[in-house]
């Protein structure tokens, strides 16, 4: 059984209970590994503190298991430095790294891919992508040998999703960084990889349509069906675990098989031939 005792790691992307973060970090805590939190910074004028009560209100079903929650916005490299300083003087050397995070504005998601704006593109890519390297780069004083850090990652990045359009350039740009990343780090062995999730109902998933793609899943999917966040969480938690030790620069489809398709599958039971 994959077991977490003795390991301590970071956990980057959580902004509420429906986050695929936090889908791997309870298995993480539940098999005996701890875990220091990043949430989003919160605005001076939100006296609520609302990025730090969602966030809060996940870890505090594990008390003994969350070594801090700090904030973090990856786009400013001064806090990313700052926030691995803080990491290491809490934590000391770390096992594993869930770099879980994405976001482009909502009308560059909805305008046709032809039409991105310049900073929009700019912003899904620091967002997304370039932070995968900072965050890395900025950790790598911590890593035990054996570390693991982990990305995520959707099709949309291999092919063509009509609706997923600026992200998708992001994912094909964070695959290939996973794989950079994979060759830099694995002389100190520290192990770099993505799970490919299918669409799960997240803030940041519901933004980008995931909606209808559940129910296309249902239909084309090898299972006939789409994933569940555990599911995401159990396979987050094995490449970033011990278990997975022989295992870099992979990118494991989460999906119930559907990027194995070449055709609509059953879908196609569906349609009934016209007649000449
Ligand atoms: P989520 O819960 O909305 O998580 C996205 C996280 O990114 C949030 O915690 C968000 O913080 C954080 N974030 C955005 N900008 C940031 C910044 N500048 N600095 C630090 N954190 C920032 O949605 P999710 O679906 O779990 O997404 C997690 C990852 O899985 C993303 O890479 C996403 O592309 C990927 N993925 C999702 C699906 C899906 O169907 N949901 C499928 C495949 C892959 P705030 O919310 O507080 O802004």
């Given amino acids: 059984m994959v077991s977490f005792d003795g390991k301590r790691g970071l956990i980057l992307g959580?902004?509420?209970?429906?986050?695929?973060?936090?889908?791997?970090?309870r298995e993480i805590m539940e098999r005996g590994g701890v875990c220091g939190v990043s949430h989003l910074p919160d605005k001076p004028e939100d006296e609520k503190r609302k990025n730090r009560m969602r966030v809060s209100k996940c870890c505090d079903q594990f008390p003994d298991k969350v070594a801090f929650l700090e904030p973090l916005d990856v786009q400013d490299d001064a806090q990313v430095e700052a926030f691995m300083k803080m990491a290491e003087s809490k934590m000391g050397k770390i096992d594993f790294l869930l770099h879980s995070i994405a976001f482009a504005d909502r009308e560059d998601l909805s305008r046709p891919t032809v039409e991105t704006g310049r900073s929009g593109f700019k912003l899904a890519m620091d967002v997304s992508v370039y932070s995968l390297i900072s965050v890395t780069n900025?950790?790598?004083?911590?890593?035990?040998?054996?570390?693991?850090?982990?990305?995520?990652?959707?099709?949309?990045?291999?092919?063509c999703v009509p609706g997923y359009n600026v992200m998708g350039i992001c994912k094909a740009a964070l695959?290939?960084?996973?794989?950079?990343?994979?060759?830099?780090?694995?002389?100190?062995?520290?192990?770099?990889?993505?799970?490919?999730?299918?669409?799960?109902?997240?803030?940041?998933?519901?933004?980008a349509g995931v909606g209808e793609m559940q129910e296309f899943y249902g239909h084309v999917a090898p299972l006939g069906r789409c994933v569940t966040h555990d599911e995401v969480g159990r396979s987050g938690a094995y490449l970033l675990s011990d278990y997975s030790?022989?295992?870099?620069?992979?990118?494991?489809?989460?999906?119930?098989?559907?990027?194995?398709?070449?055709?609509?599958g059953r879908l196609l039971e569906q349609i009934k031939p016209t007649k000449s």
């Fill in 14 to 25: 959580i902004a509420n209970d429906r986050s695929i973060a936090w889908a791997i970090a």
């Fill in 138 to 159: 900025f950790a790598r004083p911590m890593f035990n040998p054996g570390a693991s850090v982990l990305a995520m990652t959707y099709f949309g990045g291999e092919k």
């Fill in 175 to 207: 695959d290939a960084t996973v794989r950079y990343l994979a060759f830099d780090m694995g002389p100190t062995d520290v192990r770099v990889n993505a799970v490919s999730a299918g669409p799960l109902k997240t803030l940041a998933g519901v933004a």
């Fill in 245 to 264: 030790n022989g295992i870099t620069g992979e990118i494991l489809h989460v999906d119930a098989g559907y990027n194995i398709m070449g055709s609509p």
